[in-house]
């Protein structure tokens, strides 16, 4: 018995250790990618027969790059590409990539825009370095992927997995399952727990070399799981299994301990610990990049407002932050005079402003908060939407902390009956309401209110650097090309 043991955590050790090594190896790979990107980027700029606008040496260039460079990798690690076991159909995974690479050029640049000696000799070698490095990036993964690929043909790296369980979810899971062929391979399947021997069990485990029981049986006896999960830790095989209750399919789970009882830990979103601080990392060094590209163009504005409408060039309005605190967010005034709220236009309040409306109108925003053709928006103030122009004030409340780039819209008390109240604020506030968010690229006025708030509540519990990038983008492209506003 101890010699089949041994061999059997031995097979599974060499699997578990086969794939800690294409990992640990991708890192390397990555860097190596990177660093000839960005030296190739340097090179190309130099052959073009111009010089230099600032004189960096190809040895100094080539160490601030060894230097700078790792951050990507940080990067590449919080968009899961280093993850041992994502599961992932296809190694290659070119939407990752993508997103960590434009977040990794855009801190670059930051960095080369703050530092008192740039690092860039040229404007364009941080564009040339970025489309090598998707190019290069993208080559070593695709040859990471062909060694795994030839080490899961002959059965290195690949899980033996005894399938228990029937119903919807269990042949979900097993379609799931074999279009993971380089990851899982399920050689034995048994309908019911309950109606299966433990003796019969253990053999199946023992014979085909099982490294993995995988139940989704939600019917299964207790005792018959406690005796399975026993003999699977004394074997060192793997267990996992579906949870029963359908909410934990869309919470963020945790594996923890309080004394020496196990407790599984629900997160509300992955915006807790590290989650929260690359995203505000990210926030910032895009913010400024922003703040000083469009500084020029706020003052325009300012200039054209105070122009045309008389009054204050911006509008504050308090909304919801983080965890429930009141803050101030900035715009800039798009209503004109007669119809703008607050103190500032002589205390008028939104029921009195709805009453100047036709009843539609103002039936129209009690539902939604919103007015299509809204007839309180001036000329200048209908451009500055459709451009979403109005919303560059917005970038200060992000440097101060009170707002994301993306998250939950902004929420003002007077939404909050609309919202569904304290229950559906409180997992609103979770994080930082943001200057653009999900909701507002997938549709818009469009949308009713309840479909907002459930847009908001994936956003929250499915956070990536990779969706805020692809909501940043597409925000831009609906910005500049659809003329739709944020």
Not at 413 to 431: C, D
Request: hydrophobic share 45%; glycine share 8%; proline share 5%.
């Amino acid at each position: 018995m101890a010699n089949v043991i041994y061999l059997s955590g031995k097979i599974i050790d060499m699997r578990k250790r086969s794939e800690l090594l294409i990992a640990v190896l991708q890192i390397p790979v990555d860097y190596l990618m990177l660093v000839v990107s960005f030296v190739l980027a340097y090179l190309l700029r130099q052959g073009s027969g111009r010089p230099f606008s600032i004189e960096v040496g190809g040895y100094a260039y080539l160490n601030l790059m060894l230097v700078f460079l790792p951050i990507w990798l940080l990067i590449f690690a919080s968009v899961g590409l280093y993850n041992l076991r994502s599961d992932r159909a296809k190694w290659l995974d070119l939407s990752k990539i993508l997103a960590a690479c434009s977040a990794g050029v855009m801190v670059l640049i930051v960095i080369d825009f703050l530092s008192p000696s740039p690092i860039f000799p040229a404007k364009i070698i941080p564009i040339y370095g970025f489309l090598l490095a998707l190019l290069f990036v993208s080559l070593g993964r695709f040859v990471m992927g062909f060694v795994q690929r030839l080490l899961a043909s002959r059965g290195v790296g690949v899980y033996r997995v005894l399938f228990i369980g029937s119903g919807t979810t269990a042949t979900r899971l097993k379609l799931a399952l074999k279009k993971l062929k380089r990851r899982y391979k399920v050689v034995s399947s048994i309908a019911s727990l309950d109606a299966t021997s433990s003796g019969r069990l253990k053999n199946l485990i023992k014979r085909d070399h099982i490294d993995t029981v995988i139940v989704a049986d939600s019917s299964a006896d207790d005792s018959k799981l406690v005796e399975l999960i026993s003999y699977c830790q004394s074997n060192h095989v793997g267990y996992q299994f579906v949870p029963s209750i359908s909410g934990l399919y869309s919470s963020k789970i945790l594996s923890t301990q309080i004394g020496n009882i196990p407790i599984l830990e629900l997160k509300p979103t992955p915006l807790e610990g590290w989650g929260r601080v690359i995203k505000r990392l990210f926030d910032v060094s895009i913010t400024t990049l922003i703040i000083v590209l469009t500084l020029p163009l706020q003052l325009v504005l300012y200039l054209l407002i105070k122009i045309k409408e008389p009054g204050p060039a911006f509008y504050s309005h308090e909304c919801y932050g983080r965890m429930g605190k009141m803050i101030n967010v900035y715009k800039f005034r798009t209503m004109k005079t007669e119809y703008s709220i607050g103190p500032k236009f002589g205390g008028q309040t939104i029921d009195q402003v709805l009453a100047k409306l036709p009843a539609s109108k103002a039936n129209e925003f009690r539902k939604t908060a919103k007015i299509k053709d809204d007839p309180r928006v001036g000329k200048l103030g209908k451009i500055m939407r459709k451009l979403s122009l109005d919303e560059l004030p917005q970038l200060f409340n992000v440097l101060k902390g009170d707002l994301s780039l993306v998250g939950p819209r902004p929420l003002p008390e007077s939404e909050l009956k609309l919202l569904g109240g304290e229950q559906n604020l409180a997992r609103i506030v979770t994080i930082r309401p943001g200057i653009t968010g999900l909701w507002q690229v997938s549709g818009r006025n469009d949308l009713d209110y309840s479909d907002r708030v459930r847009l908001n509540f994936y956003y929250i519990e499915n956070w990536s650097l990779w969706l805020d990038t692809k909501i940043l983008f597409k925000t831009l492209w609906q910005a500049i090309f659809e003329r739709n506003g944020i």
